[in-house]
């Protein structure tokens, strides 16, 4: 007699499958792996780079890293378990200067600063607010990333709006955009006419359902269950796909949140 398998088993089966992708680089493909809120892996011609893993779900699909980034320093950017796990032996770590207390051995890297390590371009851009409020993201706190791999440039923002910096950008291939952000900070349209302002051949929301995140960490939290103008998580995934129509950026969804155990 055959066993039931539940419901869990096929979506964590789903996502596990949905999750690969990849765009063309110079020498073969760039495959990128999306994992868990902020956490995306890019693998070219046998080097992993990772950002901002979090060991919340034991990323099942990450695989050890040549390079990670951290992009600021609360635990769902900075774990200090996920970097034990996927570090190879002697692979750089770079992060903030804050994250330096979480991660001693950690290369810091400034705003606009730029190294090259493990064959891996890196260039630091400013990560902030310009709505003022709780949570708040000083300028100077926190990085996004322009990482060149395989001739491709990724723009990795991180947790900011469009200042400046990033709107000063060019040559983005793929981008990472945060959006839904607490205070109204880059809802759907804001993100959108940020992107289009880049105007990347392919964009990632990831960063957007900060209710999950909250779960993730405490499973007994309720959350708010909508966002503003009452748009739901999907509803706003929506919006921003609506607001790019004609552009001929592709927008693609890239699975961040698998379902909680």
């Known amino acids: ?13 789903l ?14 493909s760039i495959e ?7 956490g995306v892996q890019l693998e070219y011609r046998g080097t992993v780079v990772q950002v901002d893993p979090w060991d919340r779900l034991r990323l099942p699909d990450a695989k050890p890293a040549d390079l990670i980034l951290i992009s600021d320093d609360p635990g769902h950017h900075l774990d200090v378990d ?67 791999l395989g001739g491709k440039k990724f723009f990795f923002a991180g947790v900011t709006e469009c200042v400046d910096e990033v709107k000063a950008l060019q040559g983005i291939d793929v981008a990472f955009m945060p959006m839904n952000i607490p205070l109204a900070r880059m809802t759907p349209a804001a993100a959108a006419a940020c992107t289009l302002g880049l105007n990347p051949a392919v ?10 995140a909250r779960r993730a960490q405490q499973p007994d939290y309720v959350g708010t269950g909508s966002l503003p103008d009452g748009l739901t998580v999907a509803e706003s995934l929506d919006r921003f796909a609506e607001a790019l129509d004609g552009s001929g ?3 693609r969804r890239g699975e961040f949140y698998p379902p909680l155990d």
């Open 203 to 212: 964009v990632y929301l990831y960063h957007y359902d900060q209710d999950y």
């Open 249 to 251: 950026i592709e927008f």
């Open 1 to 13: 007699m055959s066993k039931k398998i539940p419901p869990l088993f096929f979506l964590l089966l």
């Open 82 to 148: 996920a970097i034990e796990r996927l570090r190879k032996p002697g692979a750089s770590v770079v992060l903030t200067a804050a994250g330096k207390q979480k991660w001693p051995d950690g290369i810091v890297v400034a705003n606009g600063e730029t190294v090259r390590v493990a064959g891996v371009t890196v260039e630091s851009i400013a990560a902030y607010d310009i709505i003022q409020g709780n949570p708040s993201h000083p300028k100077g706190d926190a990085n996004g990333y322009v990482v060149t």
């Open 15 to 28: 996502h596990s499958l949905a999750q690969a992708d990849s765009v063309p680089g110079a020498a073969g």
């Open 32 to 38: 990128i792996t999306t994992l868990l809120h902020a």
